[in-house]
């Protein structure tokens, strides 16, 4: 069974995701995790956003395996650098290119025709996975959702104001609700859950209910 678990940044969806995974026995898979990591190793080489095709190129050489635990690109644990604020403002490198779009959807398919998974994104109900038995679109006031990452982020040694964060994620918002290719839109039969005001519990709770 595939359940895809789409929305904008800040929603919780890897949270609620990874316990939605957790509590039906099921993978967890955290596409954005793959975006990230096709970025890093893009940086690594030198290149930069506009060497398109050499990005393309790159993605088909490198291995980049998502577990639950964490993320080796080359076998190498990249789990915590891919989550940099630098990693986090060049992954449009990767999640704007429809090359590597078409290469990391391959990716994913193959993922999901082995395992029964939970799938995190933007597109996994739309493009990815559009036959998936339970799709749900996962959101939250733009305030609220800036609040929990200033929250993550300040857990994490990094301090940004709210309204720093805020104008950040309308930037990222618009970048994913606008590009070409795998946009972040909700996929007509996906059910729409609020996360304001909701625990994490109260969420996956939610959510379990819809699953078939
Ligand atoms: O979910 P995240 O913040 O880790 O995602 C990182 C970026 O990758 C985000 O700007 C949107 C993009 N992304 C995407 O385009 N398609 C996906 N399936 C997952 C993430």
């Given at each position: 069974m595939i359940i895809t678990i789409d929305g904008p940044a800040g929603a919780g969806k890897s949270t609620v995701a990874k316990a939605l995974a957790q509590r039906l026995g099921f993978r967890f898979l955290d596409t954005g995790a793959m975006y990230r990591a096709v970025a890093l190793a893009a940086m690594r080489r030198g290149?930069?956003?506009?060497q398109t095709d050499e990005i393309v190129a790159l993605t088909g050489q490198i291995e980049v395996i998502v577990e639950e635990d964490g993320v080796l690109l080359d076998g190498d644990d990249v789990t915590a650098e891919i989550r940099t604020p630098e990693v986090t403002a060049n992954t449009h490198w990767a999640a704007d290119n429809p090359g590597v779009r078409e290469q990391l959807v391959e990716w994913q398919r193959r993922i999901g025709e082995s395992e029964n998974i939970v799938s995190e994104g933007r597109?996994?109900?739309?493009?990815?996975?559009?036959?998936?038995?339970c799709k749900i679109f996962l959101t939250a006031t733009p305030e609220e959702r800036a609040r929990r990452r200033a929250r993550d982020l300040a857990a994490r040694g990094e301090t940004l104001s709210e309204a720093e964060v805020l104008a950040q994620q309308t930037q990222r918002d618009h970048r994913d609700q606008s590009r070409s290719c795998g946009p972040l839109v909700a996929a007509k039969d996906a059910v729409e859950v609020i996360t304001?005001?909701?625990?994490q519990e109260e969420v996956v709770d939610r959510i379990a209910k819809l699953v078939p």
């Open positions: 290149l930069d956003g506009s597109d996994q109900g739309t493009v990815v996975f559009p036959d998936a038995q304001d005001g909701l625990s």
